[in-house]
């Protein structure tokens, strides 16, 4: 699966994005779908999952403020990004690949990210 992310931008604190992951490919209603983000220096982390049955796992720092969501039939994922902050500052990727266990294991392909800045 080829992935390309879109939908970055400058916003203010507390303002909203939308950021849609694009894929090719026939696998991509069967893979989980990650998203993640990295700052310059750091590493980068998970933000969210959407599994190929619509389950949903977030880490702590974006529950209640972000939503991953899918359209298989677009081969598109979303994660709609509200109430940002300037921590959340970083390049963003999504990723396919496979969730067992509570974990997500990506895969090989992550594609050109998207910056998004928040300003304070």
């Known amino acids: 699966v080829q992935l390309q992310a879109s939908g970055g931008g400058l916003v203010q604190a507390g303002g909203s994005l939308r950021l849609s992951c694009a894929a090719s490919g026939s696998t991509f209603s069967i893979s989980a779908i990650g998203w993640y983000r990295q700052d310059p220096g750091k590493l980068r982390e998970l933000v969210a999952v959407?599994?190929?049955?619509?389950?949903?796992d977030y880490k702590d720092f974006v529950k209640g403020r972000f939503t991953i969501s899918r359209d298989n039939a677009k081969n598109t994922a979303y994660l709609q990004m509200n109430s940002l902050k300037p921590e959340d500052t970083a390049v963003y990727f999504c990723n396919a690949g496979t969730y067992s266990g509570g974990y997500y294991y990506p895969g090989r392909s992550w594609g050109q990210g998207t910056l998004v800045t928040v300003s304070s």
């Open positions: 959407i599994t190929s049955s619509q389950s949903t």
